[in-house]
């Protein structure tokens, strides 16, 4: 069993930024990648970025990228998303996620491991 608990939401005015974590416990020895997707009022939920948690790699839905950087520090078993230059249609809850696959996915489907989620509003 893996948890997952997002921290670092707010409100932010369009251009700025925010950087959220994602704290991992449990058996985290188990979990191969982590993501980040979000959901917007009225809208389904979507992939943001997503790393591997042994090799490092990342992946980035084109609406984010140049803009979102996930990294990990696997001593603190903690996952940040540093998201920039944040537009209106950034605003969502973002999730934190987690699968022991073995393989980057961008699919929601194969993630068995959720948090609750933190609330990021940007205004214009």
């Known amino acids: 069993q893996v948890q997952l608990v997002e921290s670092g939401g707010g409100s932010v005015q369009a251009g700025g930024s925010l950087r959220l974590s994602c704290r991992v416990s449990?058996?985290?020895?188990?979990?191969?990648?982590v993501a980040w997707f979000r959901q917007a009022p009225g809208k389904e939920r979507e992939f943001v970025a997503g790393?591997?948690?042994?090799?490092?790699?990342?992946n980035y839905a084109d609406s984010v990228k140049g803009r979102f950087t996930a990294s990990r520090e696997n001593a603190k078993n903690t996952v940040y998303l540093q998201m920039n230059s944040l537009k209106p249609e950034d605003t969502a809850v973002y999730h934190c996620?987690?699968?022991?696959?073995?393989?980057?996915?961008?699919?929601?489907?194969?993630?068995?491991?959720w948090g609750q989620g933190t609330q990021v509003t940007v205004s214009s």
């Open positions: 790393i591997s948690w042994t090799g490092g790699g990342t």
């Open positions: 449990g058996r985290t020895f188990i979990m191969t990648h």
């Open positions: 996620a987690a699968h022991s696959l073995g393989i980057m996915t961008t699919h929601l489907e194969r993630y068995r491991y």
